[in-house]
């Protein structure tokens, strides 16, 4: 039987999956890589460290198989990241600017200031915003100096991660993307499905410097020179980890929905080929395009923290020692007695887009105790979800009756009770929750043949839990007014 490899770089990590044709799990590893933090707001990754966690990934995951029945690479990534390096080498130029570093908010304020979000927003479906990769762009052109003199020799070559894994996995011979990936850059057109010569030049952005755009599911290149694989394995699907979740969650029809819950967390509904515009400060992206010409969009709503609250507990207020150890603690008190927490810790995003606000804590007082802290620690990642479901419910001006859910996260109940009794939503959790992987699976197999449609990808979907809202209507206002009350007091800078 034939394995699919899939490449899941993130925000923290790498994993690789590898999986048969029917879906069973083979093998699994994941390594994480430190994160650097230069300045306050500024959030970097060494790209061969990033390359190094590919390799021992995909080693560990081939140790006892055949690695020539490897029919097809799928890659899923963390989106807005933006690395740089040498198309001769496919060597790293700088460290890689990570989706959740904050130093360009100054030039997208400037942005806003001429009146051109308006422009961005109908052409990339995005908002003016540090997360996303055109600022980036424009601010290593301008401050990094092997970023520019490559640039200017012709040598350069920028792309989110995916761009980059191909370059490595195929020996520097491809510069590619697709659209999910390329979506994210603010350089893209998303109505015309090509990078624009003029949302280039309003952020300084050379167009040249941008790779072609290739279908997510296809052939993009096929490997050379990687340490414990054959030559020649074709890499055959590529998608952005949201748009790899929704994929993998089987929200293949119009008007199916998941969240997924990272270091942040990412709610994506499937608008199929309606380019729907958001009225509340959501997102239009591209969801995928698995044939020439053939695009299914989406609208998106992010929150930049929700696993990462966590391991801020864990790490930075020693509540924890286990990420794990958070529900227990949290359940060890009916409520969080009034302690409301507020998980900007890198800004707000949607729908309140805001790169100056901070995290904060309301609420406390002498009864206070960690398990109280525990528990406002997982009502927050919930209660930004509430907002995001909301502006959403808005603008389709229905309610969405159910929600996919996935990540790390979503395995905590307690977590995923209180996510749907806020929402009022049914809640569905699936038996495989790293959906992402699975998503790149999809891609893959669909790129080389291995399932001809997505109505075959529907079928593989299977149920683990029901989370159904306990909260009557009352109570469902009192706890999102003591939320809004919350937010009000930090978004404080627009």
């Given at each position: 039987m034939?394995f699919?490899?899939a490449i899941?770089?993130?925000?923290t990590?790498?994993?690789a999956?590898?999986?048969?044709?029917?879906?069973?799990r083979v093998?699994?590893?994941?390594?994480d890589?430190?994160?650097?933090f230069p300045k306050?707001?500024?959030?970097?990754?060494?790209?061969e460290d990033?390359?190094?966690?590919v390799?021992q990934?995909i080693?560990e995951?081939?140790?006892?198989?055949?690695?020539?029945k490897?029919?097809?690479?799928?890659?899923?990534?963390q989106?807005e990241?933006?690395?740089?390096?040498?198309?001769?080498t496919?060597?790293?130029?700088?460290r890689?600017?990570?989706?959740?570093?904050?130093r360009?908010?100054?030039?997208c304020?400037?942005?806003r200031?001429?009146?051109l979000?308006?422009k961005?927003q109908?052409?990339?479906?995005?908002?003016l915003?540090?997360?996303f990769?055109?600022?980036?762009?424009a601010?290593?052109?301008?401050?990094?100096?092997a970023?520019?003199?490559?640039?200017?020799?012709?040598?350069?070559?920028?792309?989110?991660i995916?761009?980059?894994?191909?370059?490595?996995?195929t020996?520097?011979?491809?510069?590619?993307?697709e659209?999910?990936?390329?979506?994210?850059t603010?350089c893209f057109?998303?109505n015309?499905?090509r990078?624009?010569?003029e949302?280039c030049?309003?952020?300084?952005?050379?167009?040249?410097?941008?790779?072609?755009v290739?279908?997510?599911?296809?052939?993009f290149g096929?490997?050379?020179?990687?340490?414990?694989?054959?030559?020649g394995?074709?890499?055959?699907?590529?998608?952005g980890d949201?748009?790899?979740?929704?994929?993998?969650?089987?929200?293949?029809?119009?008007?199916?929905?998941?969240c997924?819950?990272g270091?942040?967390?990412?709610i994506?509904?499937?608008?199929?080929?309606?380019?729907?515009?958001?009225?509340?400060?959501?997102?239009?992206?591209i969801a995928?395009s698995?044939?020439?010409?053939?695009?299914?969009?989406?609208?998106e709503?992010?929150?930049f923290i929700?696993?990462?609250?966590?391991?801020?507990a864990?790490?930075?207020m020693?509540?924890?020692?286990?990420?794990?150890?958070?529900e227990?603690l949290?359940?060890?008190?009916p409520?969080?007695?009034?302690?409301?927490?507020?998980?900007?810790?890198?800004?707000?995003?949607?729908?309140?887009?805001?790169?100056?606000?901070?995290?904060?804590?309301?609420?406390?007082t002498?009864?206070?105790?960690?398990?109280?802290?525990?528990?406002?620690?997982?009502?927050?990642?919930?209660?930004q979800?509430?907002?995001?479901?909301?502006?959403?419910?808005?603008?389709?001006?229905?309610?969405?009756e159910?929600l996919?859910v996935?990540?790390?996260?979503?395995?905590?109940?307690?977590?995923m009770?209180f996510?749907?009794?806020?929402?009022?939503?049914?809640?569905r959790?699936?038996?495989?929750l790293?959906t992402?992987?699975?998503g790149?699976?999809?891609a893959?197999?669909?790129?080389?043949?291995?399932?001809s449609?997505?109505?075959?990808?529907?079928?593989?979907?299977?149920?683990?839990?029901t989370?159904?809202?306990?909260?009557?209507?009352?109570?469902?206002a009192?706890?999102l007014?003591r939320?809004s009350?919350a937010?009000?007091?930090?978004?404080?800078?627009?």
């Amino acid at each position: 039987m034939d394995f699919i490899l899939a490449i899941d770089q993130g925000t923290t990590g790498t994993t690789a999956l590898l999986m048969d044709t029917q879906l069973n799990r083979v093998a699994e590893a994941s390594i994480d890589f430190p994160q650097h933090f230069p300045k306050p707001g500024w959030v970097e990754h060494d790209l061969e460290d990033i390359w190094t966690t590919v390799q021992q990934t995909i080693r560990e995951v081939t140790r006892t198989i055949d690695i020539k029945k490897i029919a097809a690479i799928g890659i899923t990534n963390q989106r807005e990241t933006l690395c740089f390096w040498d198309r001769k080498t496919a060597k790293p130029l700088a460290r890689a600017l990570v989706w959740q570093d904050r130093r360009t908010a100054d030039q997208c304020r400037e942005l806003r200031e001429k009146g051109l979000e308006e422009k961005f927003q109908q052409a990339t479906g995005l908002l003016l915003d540090p997360y996303f990769s055109g600022t980036k762009a424009a601010w290593a052109l301008k401050n990094q100096e092997a970023v520019a003199r490559s640039a200017r020799d012709g040598t350069l070559a920028a792309g989110t991660i995916d761009s980059y894994l191909l370059a490595r996995l195929t020996g520097g011979e491809v510069h590619a993307t697709e659209p999910s990936n390329a979506s994210r850059t603010l350089c893209f057109d998303i109505n015309k499905v090509r990078f624009s010569d003029e949302l280039c030049e309003m952020l300084g952005v050379p167009r040249e410097i941008w790779p072609e755009v290739k279908p997510s599911a296809g052939v993009f290149g096929r490997t050379r020179g990687v340490t414990g694989l054959p030559d020649g394995i074709p890499i055959s699907g590529i998608v952005g980890d949201q748009q790899a979740a929704l994929l993998g969650q089987a929200c293949t029809r119009e008007g199916m929905a998941k969240c997924t819950y990272g270091t942040g967390a990412f709610i994506l509904m499937n608008t199929g080929k309606t380019l729907a515009r958001s009225r509340h400060r959501l997102l239009t992206t591209i969801a995928w395009s698995l044939r020439e010409g053939d695009i299914t969009y989406a609208l998106e709503g992010s929150a930049f923290i929700a696993g990462a609250a966590v391991q801020w507990a864990r790490d930075g207020m020693k509540l924890i020692r286990s990420a794990e150890e958070i529900e227990a603690l949290a359940a060890s008190v009916p409520d969080s007695d009034g302690v409301t927490f507020v998980p900007a810790l890198t800004g707000l995003g949607a729908p309140w887009w805001n790169p100056e606000a901070t995290g904060m804590f309301t609420g406390l007082t002498r009864g206070t105790t960690q398990a109280h802290m525990a528990r406002a620690i997982l009502e927050g990642i919930a209660f930004q979800n509430a907002d995001i479901l909301s502006a959403m419910q808005k603008d389709l001006g229905r309610p969405i009756e159910s929600l996919n859910v996935d990540g790390g996260a979503a395995a905590n109940n307690l977590l995923m009770q209180f996510q749907s009794d806020i929402l009022g939503v049914r809640l569905r959790r699936p038996r495989y929750l790293e959906t992402t992987s699975l998503g790149a699976v999809f891609a893959a197999g669909l790129g080389v043949g291995i399932w001809s449609d997505l109505a075959a990808i529907e079928k593989t979907w299977k149920e683990d839990r029901t989370f159904a809202p306990t909260f009557g209507d009352d109570r469902r206002a009192r706890e999102l007014a003591r939320w809004s009350a919350a937010v009000a007091r930090v978004n404080w800078k627009g």
